[in-house]
């Protein structure tokens, strides 16, 4: 499974707008719940924030990941936040975070939840990539610059 093809343009928000973790969460299962028909926000916002509770998804160089397994969602659903002014996200590195990876998924779908959340960081930990989707113009050209900067294939077969 590759990041592309669980996220489009409709789930990318180019311009978050907000200033701290848990309004950014927020904003973000409002997008998740309006494009992937989710029929619970609240526990879905629920799932997310215990998981942040446990340890930060910031995973550094502007990037976090929240993250969740509920059956409030069918599949995988990902979204993308993008602040170009940052969010405060009580980074370990204590930087604010430009991009945010909203995922969540059914307890079904873990084996490629736990590959995309990888694929995920090891995209966010690639300079090149995270400052193009930082800068990016379009949903679209934040879908090419994904494809362009694909991670490799684990040699899983997924």
């Known amino acids: 499974m590759e990041l592309s093809d669980v996220l489009s343009e409709d789930r990318i928000l180019l ?8 309004d950014a969460i927020r904003q973000m299962a409002k997008l998740a719940v309006t494009v992937a028909g989710i029929r619970d926000e609240a526990e879905l916002l629920r ?17 976090a990941i929240p993250h969740a397994r509920t059956n409030v ?3 995988i659903v990902v979204c993308l936040g993008v602040s170009p002014e940052g969010v405060d996200y009580y980074a370990a590195d204590g930087k604010p975070v430009h991009l945010i990876f909203f995922v969540a998924a059914d307890e079904k779908s873990a084996r490629n939840y736990l590959i995309l959340l ?8 690639d300079d090149k990539a995270r400052n193009a ?9 934040i879908l090419q ?14």
């Open 15 to 22: 311009n978050l707008t907000a200033k701290d973790k848990l």
């Open 47 to 63: 799932k997310i924030l215990d998981r942040e509770s446990i340890q930060s998804t910031a995973v550094g160089s502007g990037v």
């Open 73 to 75: 969602v069918q599949g």
């Open 118 to 125: 990888s694929k995920i960081a090891r995209l966010a930990h």
């Open 133 to 141: 989707l930082v800068q990016a113009k379009s949903s679209g050209e």
């Open 145 to 158: 610059t994904i494809e362009q900067h694909g991670t490799p294939s684990s040699g899983s077969g997924v």
